[in-house]
């Protein structure tokens, strides 16, 4: 057990789960404010591998362990995150316009089964403020995605113009930027990862994008195979990859989740509100299957972000094995605490080392053995 867990976790999950999150934030907000407290952070968490360093879609990356969307989504952070050994940030979602998301409660912890279930609903200051808060940003040592969404009241044949002007808001400020079409709690905004609609927002990014930043393309979990299929040879043309995956709204999965957590603890386990998307444990598998799909529907040529359910090396290690060129995680981040990027980033060396694998590359889809190694020479 980390001292995170025996320390400063029992006092965060005591409170509701949002105001836990307000409080860690503040904390790191305060810690970026203070230079000595900064550097502290920096001693104890930052990564000290180089050999863990990697290029993806032309960007290079410290190492390959990020933070997900979602935790930092006005972009207060980016100048105290690096130091928590993250390789790269992604902020965000962003809108357009500020809004304030669903009522509270809104975030839900279900222990037994480290997950958590949200219902955030796009909260967020919006584009404006966002660029306030990177204008102010002194150095940036790992790369900077920035998440984009839709606002909830914008009409969805709007999206193309919308999501084009808030990545021309950000535009300078990102490394590379996200399309979320994959959010389970903006209604109706899972319909943008139609082919057709996608298509014409990211030509509409494109048509802006004259430094060819890399566009990824955030999916959802509860994709059935068939519509993936339709989607990635468009996603080949006009996309730098895509991140899998979302949270899962799948009633059943959530279901499920719930009925383990209530064998665990011996009584029923209700969340505060209806629908929302679940993270953490319960998504492991599904986000490492889809990865794994992506990758073999692509024959490995599409960069693919793996997030959902990462807690430790091993798990990262799966969805490298599957195909992911790059990982992310967040609901770990909230059971394991701060130390958890690092330990990732030293337990992949480690596997790498036991593998006889020189870099990280070496590793992305040998799951799928040597017919899909896109960098084999047809004999
Ligand atoms: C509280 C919370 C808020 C989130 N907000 C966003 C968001 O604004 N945009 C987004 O693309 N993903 C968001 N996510 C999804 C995560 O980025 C990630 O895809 C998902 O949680 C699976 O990873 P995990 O199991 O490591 O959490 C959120 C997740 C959580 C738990």
């Given at each position: 057990m980390t001292l995170y867990e025996q320390t400063l976790k029992p006092l965060l999950f005591s409170l509701d789960a949002e105001t836990a999150h307000e409080w860690g934030t503040r904390a790191l907000a305060l810690a970026n404010s203070f230079p000595p407290a900064r550097f502290l952070v920096q001693a104890l968490?930052?990564?000290?591998?180089?050999?863990?360093k990697t290029t993806v879609a032309g960007l290079r990356f410290p190492n390959p362990v990020g933070l997900a969307a979602g935790f930092d989504k006005d972009c207060r952070l980016a100048g105290i995150?690096?130091?928590?050994?993250?390789?790269f940030i992604e902020l965000g979602t962003i809108t357009l316009d500020a809004q304030p998301g669903n009522?509270?409660?809104?975030i839900f912890r279900v222990p037994e089964t480290e997950a958590l279930i949200n219902r955030?609903?796009?909260?967020n200051a919006g584009a404006e403020a966002a660029r306030n808060h990177l204008r102010s940003?002194?150095?940036?040592p790992v790369p900077i995605g920035i998440n984009i969404g839709l606002n909830?009241?914008?009409?969805?044949?709007e999206a193309p113009e919308r999501y084009a002007k808030t990545f021309m808001h950000l535009y300078t400020h990102g490394d590379y930027f996200v399309v979320n079409?994959?959010?389970?709690?903006?209604?109706?905004?899972?319909?943008?990862?139609?082919k057709h609609k996608l298509e014409r927002i990211l030509l509409a990014l494109q048509e802006k994008n004259g430094d060819r930043k890399p566009i990824f393309v955030k999916l959802a979990p509860d994709l059935p195979v068939d519509a993936l299929e339709e989607l990635l040879p468009m996603l080949e043309e006009n996309a730098a990859g895509v991140i899998c995956a979302n949270t899962t709204n799948s009633p059943e999965r959530k279901a499920d989740m719930l009925e383990e957590a209530q064998r665990l603890r011996g009584r029923p386990v209700h969340p505060p509100f209806q629908g929302g998307g679940v993270s953490g444990r319960p998504v492991e598998d599904p986000s490492t299957a889809m990865i794994r799909e992506v990758y073999r529907l692509t024959g490995g040529r599409l960069p693919i972000i793996g997030v959902g359910g990462i807690f430790d090396a091993a798990g990262a290690y799966r969805k490298i094995r599957a195909g992911a060129s790059l990982v992310q995680l967040y609901t770990g981040f909230i059971y394991r605490g701060p130390s958890l990027p690092s330990s990732i980033v030293r337990g992949l060396a480690a596997l790498l080392k036991s593998h006889d694998l020189s870099s990280i590359s070496e590793a992305?889809?040998?799951?799928?053995?040597?017919?899909?190694?896109?960098?084999r020479t047809p004999s």
């Open positions: 968490y930052a990564d000290n591998t180089p050999e863990m995150l690096p130091a928590l050994g993250f390789g009522p509270r409660p809104r955030l609903g796009f909260n940003l002194r150095s940036r909830k009241d914008a009409p969805q044949r079409v994959s959010s389970p709690n903006t209604e109706g905004l899972r319909r943008l990862q139609e992305v889809g040998l799951s799928h053995g040597p017919q899909l190694d896109p960098n």
